[in-house]
Nanobody, 116 residues
Framework: QVQFVESGGGLVQPGGSLRLSCAAS????????MGWYRRAPGKQRELVAR?????????DYADSVRGRFTISRDNAKNTVYLQMNSLRPEDTAIYYC????????WGQGTQVTVSS
């Protein structure tokens, strides 16, 4: 069973930055394409960024975050990151990581609040 622990969220002003981390258990982390998801109040969970398995040479982003967010991975640390720049109030949500297709139980997530 794979488990995820997200961290790095917080309160930030519009235009600010945050770096989220997701530590995954299990020895086969590098074989999975990974994704960062978010769930805003009153909305369904959505995929905002994904990264390919292995070296993570391929990434893709939701239109709403493209050019502002960057996903990366460190397989030696079983960790996937999300660098978030130029944050907007509409980025306020709980952020989660999982495999690209959400194969495993969801973690607690990390709250990101963008507000002045």
């Amino acid at each position: 069973q794979v488990q995820f622990v997200e961290s790095g969220g917080g309160l930030v002003q519009p235009g600010g930055s945050l770096r989220l981390s997701c530590a995954a258990s299990g020895s086969i982390f590098s074989t999975y394409a990974m994704g960062w998801y978010r769930r805003a109040p009153g909305k369904q969970r959505e995929l905002v960024a994904r990264i390919s398995a292995g070296t993570g040479g391929n990434t893709d982003y939701a239109d709403s975050v493209r050019g502002r967010f960057t996903i990366s991975r460190d397989n030696a640390k079983n960790t996937v990151y999300l660098q978030m720049n130029s944050l907007r109030p509409e980025d306020t949500a709980i952020y989660y990581c999982n495999t690209r297709y959400g194969n495993y139980p969801w973690g607690q997530g990390t709250q990101v609040t963008v507000s002045s």
